[in-house]
């Protein structure tokens, strides 16, 4: 499967590099039950009248703790793949904020901070996109379904990574036949209150650094203890979030 997933991709125009960096996040999406970020999206690629593979993502401001990038024209995936490659090649000293412009689509967002993890750094993102959630009482749709992701890096090399998309369904569902419009409402039903909070902080905090309609924000940073194997042994078995 790989292999036609990479076949589709390059003959989209995308080098041997940008297709695998695609293929995996999409074949990673399938395997954790997230089909709205995966295989579809080839599809829904094929179908774009402005794809630009020989774009790329630029890192315009680069401070201790701070960077800012741009997509110029890149896929969100390529531009949050290039972000993940510079944390780890140089990783802060204690802690830095990324936010990125133009950055769409971003996917699932726990592949991205599951490779900080992974390495052992902690990775906290989050991504906007145009307005589709609206408050829990009605008017016009106010923010976007505006996931959240947490990974956390273990000793035992299985780190714990939390996403959640704060709508009842993602865009990615709708492109995938999973899900109606009318899907798309803040989740938790009686109590969506708590996630439109959330959809709406996590927006505004965004659209603060002047990133558009596609931002993007990356929280890395070093972690001082490790609390993720003291979590499982309290669990007892159960799954944790981001386990298969």
């Known amino acids: 499967m790989e292999g036609d997933v ?4 390059r003959r989209l125009g995308f ?25 579809s999206r080839v599809a829904w690629l094929e179908g774009l009248p ?5 774009a790329e993502p630029a890192r315009v401001m680069s401070e201790p703790g701070f960077e800012r990038w741009e997509g110029r024209g890149a896929l969100g995936y390529l531009t949050l793949a290039a972000i ?20 769409f689509p971003t996917g699932m967002l726990g592949h991205w901070v599951r490779r900080l993890a992974e390495a052992g750094l902690v990775g906290v993102l989050t991504a906007t996109s145009p307005a589709r959630l609206a408050h829990p009482d009605g008017g016009p749709a106010l923010a976007g379904t505006n996931p959240l992701a947490i990974a956390v890096p273990s000793s035992d090399g299985r780190p714990l990574v939390a996403d959640v998309s704060m709508g009842k369904a993602t865009y990615g569902d709708l492109l995938a036949g999973r899900a109606e419009e009318s899907d798309l409402v803040p989740f938790g039903g009686d109590q969506a209150h708590k996630a439109f909070a959330l959809a709406l902080g996590l927006q505004a905090l ?22 993720v194997p003291a979590l499982r042994a309290l669990a007892a078995g159960r799954r944790l979030p981001g386990d298969r």
């Open 15 to 39: 080098g041997e590099a940008q297709a695998t960096v695609l293929a995996d996040h999409f074949l990673d999406a399938e395997a954790r039950g997230k089909p709205g970020h995966g295989l």
């Open 6 to 9: 990479l076949a589709r991709i």
């Open 84 to 103: 993940v490659d510079a944390q780890l090649a140089h990783p802060p000293e204690q802690a830095r904020v990324v936010v990125a412009a133009d950055c």
């Open 50 to 54: 402005d794809l630009q593979p020989a």
């Open 206 to 227: 965004v659209d603060a650094f002047g990133v558009g309609t596609y931002g993007a924000l990356l929280l890395v940073a070093r972690p001082e203890a490790d609390p």
